[in-house]
Protein backbone atom coordinates (compact mmCIF):
# COMPACT_ATOMS: atom_id res chain seq x y z
CA UNK A 1 0.00 0.00 0.00
CA UNK A 2 1.03 3.30 -1.00
CA UNK A 3 0.35 6.80 1.28
CA UNK A 4 -2.88 7.43 0.39
CA UNK A 5 -5.24 10.98 0.48
CA UNK A 6 -7.87 11.71 2.87
CA UNK A 7 -11.01 11.60 0.17
CA UNK A 8 -12.29 8.02 1.29
CA UNK A 9 -11.44 8.43 4.77
CA UNK A 10 -13.41 11.32 5.22
CA UNK A 11 -16.53 10.45 2.80
CA UNK A 12 -16.25 7.42 5.56
CA UNK A 13 -15.87 9.36 8.32
CA UNK A 14 -18.74 11.56 7.57
CA UNK A 15 -20.74 9.06 7.02
CA UNK A 16 -19.62 6.88 10.16
CA UNK A 17 -20.11 9.82 12.74
CA UNK A 18 -16.39 9.24 13.74
CA UNK A 19 -13.38 11.41 13.13
CA UNK A 20 -9.28 10.27 12.09
CA UNK A 21 -6.67 11.45 14.10
CA UNK A 22 -4.36 14.16 12.70
CA UNK A 23 -0.93 13.71 14.81
CA UNK A 24 1.67 16.02 14.43
CA UNK A 25 4.88 14.48 14.00
CA UNK A 26 8.55 15.78 14.20
CA UNK A 27 11.13 12.43 15.23
CA UNK A 28 10.82 8.82 14.46
CA UNK A 29 9.43 7.76 18.08
CA UNK A 30 6.72 9.21 17.46
CA UNK A 31 6.22 8.03 14.53
CA UNK A 32 6.29 4.61 15.93
CA UNK A 33 4.27 5.40 18.83
CA UNK A 34 1.56 6.61 16.76
CA UNK A 35 1.55 3.73 13.90
CA UNK A 36 1.99 1.08 16.30
CA UNK A 37 -1.56 2.63 18.11
CA UNK A 38 -2.87 2.47 14.92
CA UNK A 39 -1.93 -0.92 13.75
CA UNK A 40 -3.26 -2.14 17.17
CA UNK A 41 -6.33 -0.05 16.50
CA UNK A 42 -6.98 -1.01 12.94
CA UNK A 43 -7.27 2.93 12.41
CA UNK A 44 -6.72 4.78 9.56
CA UNK A 45 -3.84 7.46 10.38
CA UNK A 46 -3.10 11.39 8.92
CA UNK A 47 0.43 12.27 10.25
CA UNK A 48 1.11 15.82 9.83
CA UNK A 49 4.16 17.89 9.76
CA UNK A 50 4.39 21.55 10.43
CA UNK A 51 6.75 24.12 8.99
CA UNK A 52 8.41 23.84 12.27
CA UNK A 53 8.90 19.75 12.19
CA UNK A 54 10.00 20.62 8.29
CA UNK A 55 13.41 23.11 9.98
CA UNK A 56 13.87 20.31 12.76
CA UNK A 57 14.20 17.17 11.19
CA UNK A 58 14.56 18.01 6.88
CA UNK A 59 11.55 16.93 5.48
CA UNK A 60 13.31 14.13 3.50
CA UNK A 61 13.89 12.55 6.75
CA UNK A 62 10.00 12.86 7.86
CA UNK A 63 8.98 11.27 4.21
CA UNK A 64 10.92 8.71 4.53
CA UNK A 65 10.01 7.64 7.92
CA UNK A 66 6.20 7.90 6.74
CA UNK A 67 6.85 5.87 4.40
CA UNK A 68 8.82 3.02 6.76
CA UNK A 69 5.37 3.66 8.87
CA UNK A 70 3.37 2.50 5.80
CA UNK A 71 5.41 -0.21 4.68
CA UNK A 72 5.56 -1.44 7.84
CA UNK A 73 2.06 -1.55 9.05
CA UNK A 74 0.03 -1.47 5.40
CA UNK A 75 -2.34 0.82 7.41
CA UNK A 76 -4.51 3.58 5.14
CA UNK A 77 -1.95 6.80 5.89
CA UNK A 78 -2.08 10.18 4.51
CA UNK A 79 0.90 12.70 4.96
CA UNK A 80 -0.03 15.94 5.34
CA UNK A 81 1.60 19.45 5.57
CA UNK A 82 0.13 21.25 8.50
CA UNK A 83 -0.14 24.97 8.50
CA UNK A 84 0.97 25.38 5.08
CA UNK A 85 2.14 29.37 5.09
CA UNK A 86 2.63 30.14 1.00
CA UNK A 87 1.64 28.48 -1.87
CA UNK A 88 5.79 28.08 -1.98
CA UNK A 89 5.88 25.87 1.25
CA UNK A 90 2.50 23.75 -0.59
CA UNK A 91 4.07 23.23 -3.95
CA UNK A 92 7.18 22.35 -2.23
CA UNK A 93 5.57 19.32 -0.23
CA UNK A 94 3.45 18.40 -2.94
CA UNK A 95 6.59 17.78 -5.20
CA UNK A 96 8.29 15.99 -2.22
CA UNK A 97 5.64 13.46 -2.09
CA UNK A 98 2.84 14.84 0.54
CA UNK A 99 -0.70 13.65 -0.51
CA UNK A 100 -2.55 16.38 1.45
CA UNK A 101 -1.77 20.10 2.06
CA UNK A 102 -3.08 22.76 4.32
CA UNK A 103 -2.96 26.44 3.45
CA UNK A 104 -3.36 28.37 6.11
CA UNK A 105 -4.06 31.79 4.60
CA UNK A 106 -6.77 32.76 7.47
CA UNK A 107 -5.07 35.38 8.15
CA UNK A 108 -5.75 37.49 5.26
CA UNK A 109 -8.81 39.23 3.49
CA UNK A 110 -11.55 36.77 2.36
CA UNK A 111 -10.42 37.76 -1.05
CA UNK A 112 -6.81 37.21 -0.41
CA UNK A 113 -7.70 33.72 1.43
CA UNK A 114 -9.34 32.54 -1.79
CA UNK A 115 -7.41 33.70 -4.25
CA UNK A 116 -4.22 32.05 -2.74
CA UNK A 117 -5.69 28.87 -1.63
CA UNK A 118 -7.62 28.18 -5.08
CA UNK A 119 -3.93 28.52 -6.88
CA UNK A 120 -2.86 26.21 -3.91
CA UNK A 121 -5.60 23.55 -4.96
CA UNK A 122 -5.26 23.96 -9.10
CA UNK A 123 -1.63 22.90 -8.47
CA UNK A 124 -2.43 20.35 -6.01
CA UNK A 125 -5.15 18.91 -7.38
CA UNK A 126 -3.63 18.00 -10.93
CA UNK A 127 -0.81 15.88 -8.97
CA UNK A 128 -4.12 14.17 -7.50
CA UNK A 129 -3.11 15.66 -3.64
CA UNK A 130 -5.97 17.46 -1.52
CA UNK A 131 -6.21 20.81 0.51
CA UNK A 132 -7.46 21.94 3.20
CA UNK A 133 -7.83 25.47 3.95
CA UNK A 134 -9.20 27.38 7.15
CA UNK A 135 -11.48 30.05 7.92
CA UNK A 136 -11.52 32.03 10.90
CA UNK A 137 -8.57 31.94 13.44
CA UNK A 138 -7.38 30.34 16.29
CA UNK A 139 -5.56 31.55 19.06
CA UNK A 140 -2.26 30.34 19.85
CA UNK A 141 1.59 30.00 20.03
CA UNK A 142 3.55 27.12 18.54
CA UNK A 143 6.75 27.04 16.22
CA UNK A 144 5.25 28.83 13.09
CA UNK A 145 1.69 29.56 13.95
CA UNK A 146 1.74 32.73 16.31
CA UNK A 147 -2.11 34.42 17.27
CA UNK A 148 -2.39 36.34 19.94
CA UNK A 149 -5.49 35.89 21.82
CA UNK A 150 -7.68 39.34 20.85
CA UNK A 151 -6.65 38.45 16.61
CA UNK A 152 -8.59 35.10 16.85
CA UNK A 153 -11.44 35.10 15.18
CA UNK A 154 -14.66 32.70 14.96
CA UNK A 155 -15.40 31.55 11.50
CA UNK A 156 -18.83 33.14 9.41
CA UNK A 157 -20.96 30.64 8.41
CA UNK A 158 -22.22 33.27 5.75
CA UNK A 159 -18.78 32.79 4.34
CA UNK A 160 -18.40 28.73 4.25
CA UNK A 161 -20.06 28.22 1.23
CA UNK A 162 -18.90 30.71 -1.27
CA UNK A 163 -14.96 29.99 -0.29
CA UNK A 164 -15.71 25.94 -0.79
CA UNK A 165 -17.29 27.04 -4.23
CA UNK A 166 -14.41 29.08 -5.19
CA UNK A 167 -11.74 27.45 -4.16
CA UNK A 168 -12.42 24.12 -4.68
CA UNK A 169 -10.94 22.48 -1.62
CA UNK A 170 -11.27 19.45 0.25
CA UNK A 171 -11.56 19.89 3.74
CA UNK A 172 -11.97 23.07 5.60
CA UNK A 173 -10.77 24.03 9.29
CA UNK A 174 -12.57 26.38 11.44
CA UNK A 175 -12.48 28.49 14.71
CA UNK A 176 -14.73 27.53 17.18
CA UNK A 177 -12.37 28.17 20.09
CA UNK A 178 -10.01 25.47 20.20
CA UNK A 179 -6.70 26.89 20.40
CA UNK A 180 -3.06 25.67 19.85
CA UNK A 181 -0.87 24.55 22.74
CA UNK A 182 -1.51 23.45 26.59
CA UNK A 183 -3.10 26.84 27.57
CA UNK A 184 -6.00 26.85 25.82
CA UNK A 185 -8.39 28.60 28.67
CA UNK A 186 -7.48 30.79 31.55
CA UNK A 187 -7.25 29.55 34.81
CA UNK A 188 -10.77 29.18 36.22
CA UNK A 189 -12.34 29.78 33.02
CA UNK A 190 -15.27 26.50 32.02
CA UNK A 191 -13.99 25.36 28.62
CA UNK A 192 -16.52 25.94 26.19
CA UNK A 193 -16.86 25.20 22.00
CA UNK A 194 -19.43 27.41 19.38
CA UNK A 195 -21.01 23.96 18.82
CA UNK A 196 -23.82 26.70 17.26
CA UNK A 197 -20.97 27.70 14.67
CA UNK A 198 -20.41 24.21 13.72
CA UNK A 199 -23.97 22.84 13.50
CA UNK A 200 -24.56 25.93 11.11
CA UNK A 201 -21.38 24.81 8.48
CA UNK A 202 -22.59 21.63 8.54
CA UNK A 203 -26.10 22.87 7.74
CA UNK A 204 -24.59 25.04 5.28
CA UNK A 205 -21.98 22.05 3.09
CA UNK A 206 -24.12 18.88 3.63
CA UNK A 207 -21.29 16.02 3.17
CA UNK A 208 -18.09 18.31 3.50
CA UNK A 209 -15.48 17.38 5.75
CA UNK A 210 -14.87 19.85 8.65
CA UNK A 211 -11.20 19.93 10.65
CA UNK A 212 -11.00 20.66 13.69
CA UNK A 213 -7.37 22.36 15.11
CA UNK A 214 -5.95 23.07 18.31
CA UNK A 215 -7.98 19.98 20.01
CA UNK A 216 -5.95 18.26 22.00
CA UNK A 217 -6.74 17.46 26.23
CA UNK A 218 -4.02 18.18 27.72
CA UNK A 219 -4.27 15.18 30.00
CA UNK A 220 -3.35 16.51 33.67
CA UNK A 221 -2.58 13.19 34.69
CA UNK A 222 0.78 14.23 32.17
CA UNK A 223 1.39 17.34 33.09
CA UNK A 224 1.03 16.11 37.28
CA UNK A 225 3.90 13.82 36.50
CA UNK A 226 5.97 16.65 34.61
CA UNK A 227 5.12 18.56 37.39
CA UNK A 228 6.30 16.31 39.69
CA UNK A 229 9.40 15.55 37.95
CA UNK A 230 10.34 19.22 38.20
CA UNK A 231 8.49 20.81 35.43
CA UNK A 232 6.80 24.03 35.85
CA UNK A 233 3.50 23.56 33.86
CA UNK A 234 1.02 26.26 35.32
CA UNK A 235 -2.98 24.99 34.78
CA UNK A 236 -2.52 23.65 31.10
CA UNK A 237 -6.19 23.40 30.08
CA UNK A 238 -7.67 21.38 27.16
CA UNK A 239 -10.53 20.46 25.30
CA UNK A 240 -12.85 18.09 27.27
CA UNK A 241 -12.61 15.00 25.26
CA UNK A 242 -16.92 14.79 25.35
CA UNK A 243 -16.35 18.00 23.17
CA UNK A 244 -14.07 15.46 20.94
CA UNK A 245 -16.79 13.29 21.01
CA UNK A 246 -19.33 15.32 20.03
CA UNK A 247 -17.73 17.40 16.97
CA UNK A 248 -16.79 13.87 15.32
CA UNK A 249 -20.27 12.93 15.68
CA UNK A 250 -20.81 16.02 13.46
CA UNK A 251 -19.30 17.15 10.26
CA UNK A 252 -15.43 17.56 11.78
CA UNK A 253 -13.66 14.37 10.03
CA UNK A 254 -10.01 15.08 11.41
CA UNK A 255 -9.26 16.27 14.83
CA UNK A 256 -5.30 17.71 15.21
CA UNK A 257 -3.43 16.32 18.29
CA UNK A 258 0.30 17.65 18.93
CA UNK A 259 0.32 19.01 22.37
CA UNK A 260 -0.70 15.65 23.86
CA UNK A 261 1.64 13.95 22.04
CA UNK A 262 4.79 16.38 23.54
CA UNK A 263 3.21 16.12 26.77
CA UNK A 264 2.61 12.49 27.28
CA UNK A 265 6.75 12.37 25.28
CA UNK A 266 8.03 14.76 28.03
CA UNK A 267 6.37 13.10 31.16
CA UNK A 268 7.59 9.51 30.28
CA UNK A 269 11.37 11.32 29.91
CA UNK A 270 10.91 13.12 33.40
CA UNK A 271 9.71 9.88 34.88
CA UNK A 272 12.26 7.95 33.29
CA UNK A 273 14.82 10.43 34.55
CA UNK A 274 13.71 11.18 38.01
CA UNK A 275 13.67 6.94 38.46
CA UNK A 276 16.65 6.40 36.38
CA UNK A 277 18.91 8.81 37.30
CA UNK A 278 22.25 6.97 36.02
CA UNK A 279 20.59 6.63 32.45
CA UNK A 280 22.45 7.72 29.60
CA UNK A 281 21.46 5.47 26.74
CA UNK A 282 19.11 7.74 24.33
CA UNK A 283 16.78 4.14 23.80
CA UNK A 284 16.42 3.61 27.57
CA UNK A 285 14.13 6.90 28.07
CA UNK A 286 13.02 7.88 24.11
CA UNK A 287 11.66 3.92 24.56
CA UNK A 288 9.53 5.30 27.13
CA UNK A 289 8.52 7.80 25.52
CA UNK A 290 7.57 5.94 22.27
CA UNK A 291 5.45 3.89 24.45
CA UNK A 292 3.97 6.69 26.06
CA UNK A 293 3.35 8.01 22.40
CA UNK A 294 1.36 4.86 21.76
CA UNK A 295 -0.43 4.60 24.71
CA UNK A 296 -2.05 8.22 23.96
CA UNK A 297 -2.71 7.46 20.60
CA UNK A 298 -4.74 4.51 21.52
CA UNK A 299 -6.88 6.44 24.10
CA UNK A 300 -7.42 8.70 21.38
CA UNK A 301 -8.16 6.72 18.55
CA UNK A 302 -10.40 4.07 21.06
CA UNK A 303 -12.02 6.04 23.20
CA UNK A 304 -12.68 9.47 21.70
CA UNK A 305 -12.28 9.42 17.77
CA UNK A 306 -13.73 6.25 17.17
CA UNK A 307 -11.55 5.55 14.53
CA UNK A 308 -10.84 2.08 15.60
CA UNK A 309 -11.42 -0.52 13.14
CA UNK A 310 -11.76 1.16 10.08
CA UNK A 311 -8.99 1.04 8.33
O1 LIG B 1 -0.55 23.85 14.89
C1 LIG B 1 0.62 23.73 15.18
C2 LIG B 1 1.21 22.42 15.50
O2 LIG B 1 0.97 22.09 16.84
C3 LIG B 1 2.65 22.39 15.13
O3 LIG B 1 3.43 23.09 16.04
O4 LIG B 1 4.69 24.71 14.64
O5 LIG B 1 5.51 24.02 16.93
O6 LIG B 1 5.60 22.41 15.02
P1 LIG B 1 4.91 23.60 15.64
P1 LIG C 1 -2.90 21.20 19.76
O1 LIG C 1 -1.88 22.22 20.12
O2 LIG C 1 -4.17 21.40 20.51
O3 LIG C 1 -2.39 19.81 19.87
O4 LIG C 1 -3.28 21.43 18.20
C1 LIG C 1 -2.49 20.91 17.18
C2 LIG C 1 -2.88 21.42 15.85
O5 LIG C 1 -3.91 22.01 15.64
C3 LIG C 1 -1.94 21.15 14.74
O6 LIG C 1 -2.33 21.77 13.55
ZN1 LIG D 1 -3.30 23.66 13.80
Redesign the pocket.
Known sequence: MALVTSKEMFAKAYAGGYAIGAF?V?NMETIQGIVEAGKECNSPLIL?V????RK?ANPVYLKHLVEAAVEDTGLPIVMHL??GASYEMCKDAIDGGFTSVMIDASHHSFAENIEITKKVVEYAHARGVVVEAELGQ?A?I????NVKAEDASFTQPDEVCEFTEKTGIDSLAIAIGTS??AYKFKPGQKPQLRFDILEEVGKRLPGFPIVL??ASSVPQDRVAVINQFGGAMPDAIGIPEEMLRKAASMAVCKI?I??DLRVAFTAAIRKHFAENPSHFDPRQYLGDARAAVKEIVKHKICDVLGSNGKA
Open positions: NNQSAGAYDHLGEDAVHGHGNDS
